[in-house]
């Protein structure tokens, strides 16, 4: 049982059904440590030591906020290794809402499938791929790669995604972005064309700028 742990430990805390069976462990020990509490299922064949701490990113690596990783989408990040936290998960990510979404918003290609994940709840979305490709920012925690779209991608696809999200939200995200001292107007130009949302975005950016 210690061994399992340890061998957890050791692959960053994270391991599959699988690596664990081909290291000889047994399926009784593992589902021991699940009952007990020691491990948890992310989703069939992922497992992980329930004591992960949260991953708090130097200030300087994320628009100087200090932002923290949580479990949860790390938890994401290794059960979907393709997808990218996306919408009002990147926008809490980058500091731009006061709104705390209760799912993880994640992002994958519309060519694949996301899986069944038993925690956290999770919402996916399929991106084409002139969508899902540009703006993915990789962090690498002690745990999980972390995929999370930059501030200016997130904003233009909460903007993208306003009829469903709430254009309040698109328009808070894009508020608290022009607050900050290292806004790019033409970076968020840039990834307005990408999402096909300038013509929806350029009358709140005037507006907002104006003041």
């Known amino acids: 049982m210690k061994k399992i742990i340890e061998f957890l430990r050791n692959h960053g805390s994270y391991a599959r059904m699988k690596d664990l069976k ?15 509490g020691s491990i948890l299922k992310v989703k069939p064949g992922l497992y992980r030591l329930v004591n992960v701490k949260r991953v708090r990113l130097p ?18 990040c290794r059960a979907i290794p393709e997808g990218v936290i996306c919408l ?34 999770i919402k996916g979305f399929y991106f084409r791929d002139r969508f899902y490709k540009p703006g993915i920012e990789s962090i690498s925690t002690p745990h999980a790669t972390v995929k999370v779209y930059n501030a200016e991608k997130t904003i233009c696809d909460m903007f993208r995604y306003r009829s469903k999200l709430g254009e ?22 840039e990834y307005a064309g990408i999402c096909h949302v300038k013509t ?5 950016l005037k507006a907002l700028v104006a003041r």
């Open 22 to 36: 081909a290291a000889s462990f047994q399926t009784r020990d593992i589902r021991r440590l699940l009952r007990e």
């Open 59 to 76: 200030s300087s690596k994320v628009h100087g906020t200090g932002t923290v990783i949580s479990e949860g989408i790390m938890d994401v």
């Open 88 to 121: 009002l998960s990147a926008l809490e990510f980058h500091g731009l809402t006061t709104f705390n979404p209760s799912e993880i918003y994640v992002a994958i290609p519309n060519d694949r499938k996301i899986p069944k994940i038993d925690y956290p709840p």
């Open 168 to 189: 309040d939200l698109a328009l808070e995200g894009l508020r608290n972005y022009l607050g900050r001292k290292d806004a790019d107007v033409t970076k968020l130009m």
């Open 200 to 204: 929806s975005m350029m009358p709140y």
